[in-house]
């Protein structure tokens, strides 16, 4: 499946940055810190050669043209709504798909519920999930049904290539496909 994709360039790659800090008076140093950690995380994931190769895969399956994303944007802070509701991510009119951090407050709940190593692997995956819904979106702008019943397709496939699955690792894919 990977394979026929060999050496050329990847279409994302180099699109991907972390936004830069604005000055936030809302978070205390601490959450400063947990944040920028969570970005750093998040952008190695979706930067990594493996991921960018899969998303090129899903460009061509699709047939997602390159210039309909303009940059993917990591922001440092949690979206917050009107509603109190967060948002995972989001593709403007422009191009940019923007990517936003879960809460501090939840990850710290997670590490209660799971092992350390599972909130990175909650953060991962959910950067994963959440480009590849972003870059859906790209083609079929409105109807979200298509858009999370492909998303899941195609996580599962990459989480099928990666290897390494657990009960833990499955329960966290399943809050992750929830929200
Ligand atoms: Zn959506």
């Known amino acids: 499946m990977l394979s026929e994709t060999r050496t050329r360039s990847r279409r994302l790659s ?10 936030n ?3 205390s140093d601490r959450q400063k810190r947990f944040y920028a950690k969570y970005a750093s995380v998040t952008f190695k994931t ?27 944007q ?12 967060g948002l995972a991510g989001k593709y403007n009119s422009r191009g940019e798909i923007v990517i936003y951090p ?7 709940r997670l590490v209660k519920d799971f092992e350390k190593e599972m909130v990175y692997f909650y953060i991962k995956a959910r950067a994963k999930a959440t480009m590849i819904h972003e870059l859906l979106h790209a083609k079929y702008s409105n109807d979200e049904a298509k858009v999370r019943r492909l ?3 195609y996580f599962t496939i990459f989480a099928r290539h990666e290897g390494a699955r657990n009960v833990n690792a499955d329960r966290i894919v399943d809050m992750i496909f929830m929200q």
């Open 74 to 85: 990591v922001e440092l802070f949690p979206f917050r709504g009107e509603n109190g509701k």
């Open 102 to 108: 879960k809460r501090l407050e939840f990850c710290r």
């Open 151 to 153: 998303t899941r397709k």
């Open 25 to 27: 008076r809302e978070f």
């Open 14 to 23: 180099g699109k991907v940055q972390i936004a830069a800090c604005p000055q």
């Open 46 to 72: 979706l930067e990594s050669p493996l991921f960018q190769r899969f998303l090129d895969w899903i460009m061509r399956r699709e047939n997602i043209e390159e210039r309909l994303v303009a940059s993917v």
